[in-house]
């Protein structure tokens, strides 16, 4: 049997993580603005912005993580540019929620 690379299984595991991460940010911060626009229920954007808050902290977390790792240059620019992204959607959903 073949020795298996821890490290590079933690990798591929956090890869994994946050590319299940991902498509839930984007339908939560999808949901918010649609909130914002349609229904304007104030305790239902309240809750959405905790869980955009908690999700960018979760975000960070596996995007710091992984920038640790430093595997992949294809895969990190994809991760970085995906990232940054997100976290500029994040910034723009919380300004409209709170205007």
Known sequence: MRNLDVKHLAYHV???L????LPIFIILIALTI?????VHNIQL???L???IFLNLVIGTSLFAVMQLFGY???LGKVILYSYFAMAAACVTTVIITIN
């Open 14 to 16: 956090l890869v994994g």
């Open 18 to 21: 946050y590319f299940i991460w």
């Open 34 to 38: 649609n909130s914002v626009i349609y």
């Open 45 to 47: 954007n309240k809750v």
């Open 49 to 51: 912005l905790l869980w």
């Open 72 to 74: 992949h240059k294809k």
